[in-house]
């Protein structure tokens, strides 16, 4: 069986944030200039996700933004629920997006700490500030796929993190990203080239693969236009080293 979904419908910030110095020419154009050597920006954390292994707890962190009256505010985490109301004999993924991961979304979410309860270590899945469109992480729940019990062991993250059409910020108009991290939260690598943007995916439970639809930036401007051609790639969730090209336009 293939379940239709989207990697998210949650709507980051469009503006993103700056990370390069923005100028003028003599006729008025924007000049993106050098790189902020030090990106700092006011961030609070919201929250925490109970992953399926105890010793191991994840906290989004949010952007800080000021409305026009100065005042303060953040973005708050969603969670993408699984549109089908009843699941296949065998099959009971309470309401998670995935059998066995839980996937969460919010505006301005810039990055992710994990904890370790064991070892009370603390480390952050990004070095600098990112725009994050979904976290999937193990799921709390006992999901279980085809009578068989479901137990997630790695996360994934889809993610604007690089200003890739060089206008000087990091938002939705960059290509997207999709990486792998184990359950330290160390990262592990990209699911999906990085001269692709992720768009969308598909899942199949006979399987328990992911299909991700993902656009070939073929010019190589660092933005996703439609005439570029769409391939898609699956991911093996029960091993995510185990993936490759399913599609590609002949």
Not at 34 to 60: F, M, N, Q, Y
Not at 127 to 153: C, E, F, G, H, W
Not at 169 to 197: A, C, E, M, W
Not at 240 to 245: L, Q
Request: charge should be negative.
């Amino acid at each position: 069986m293939v379940i239709a979904m989207a990697c998210s419908s949650g709507k980051p910030e469009k503006k993103g944030f700056q990370v390069s110095s923005i100028t003028e020419n003599e006729k008025g154009e924007k000049v993106v200039g050098l790189p902020i050597d030090s990106l700092e920006l006011e961030t609070t954390p919201r929250g925490v996700l109970l992953t399926r292994h105890a010793k191991h707890r994840l906290t989004p962190i949010f952007k800080i933004s000021y409305n026009k009256k100065g005042q303060p505010y953040s973005g708050s985490t969603y969670f993408h629920r699984s549109w089908r109301y009843k699941y296949p004999d065998g099959n009971n993924w309470n309401e998670n997006y995935l059998p066995g991961f839980s996937a969460a979304f919010g505006p301005d979410l810039v990055n992710v700490s994990h904890y370790d309860t064991e070892s009370n270590d603390q480390n952050e899945f990004f070095d600098r500030p990112v725009l994050i469109k979904t976290l999937y992480y193990p799921a709390y729940s006992m999901d279980t796929l085809n009578y068989q019990p479901v137990k997630r062991d790695f996360y994934m993250v889809s993610v604007y993190d690089k200003d890739t059409n060089r206008d000087g910020f990091i938002n939705v108009k960059d290509l997207r990203r999709l990486y792998h991290f184990d359950l330290d939260g160390t990262r592990q690598g990209h699911l999906v080239p990085t001269n692709y943007s992720v768009m969308s995916s598909l899942y199949d439970s006979g399987n328990d693969y992911m299909y991700i639809y993902a656009r070939l930036d073929q010019n190589a401007n660092g933005q996703m236009e439609v005439e570029e051609p769409t391939h898609v790639f699956w991911i093996d969730l029960k091993d995510p080293e185990r993936r490759g090209m399913f599609y590609q336009p002949q």
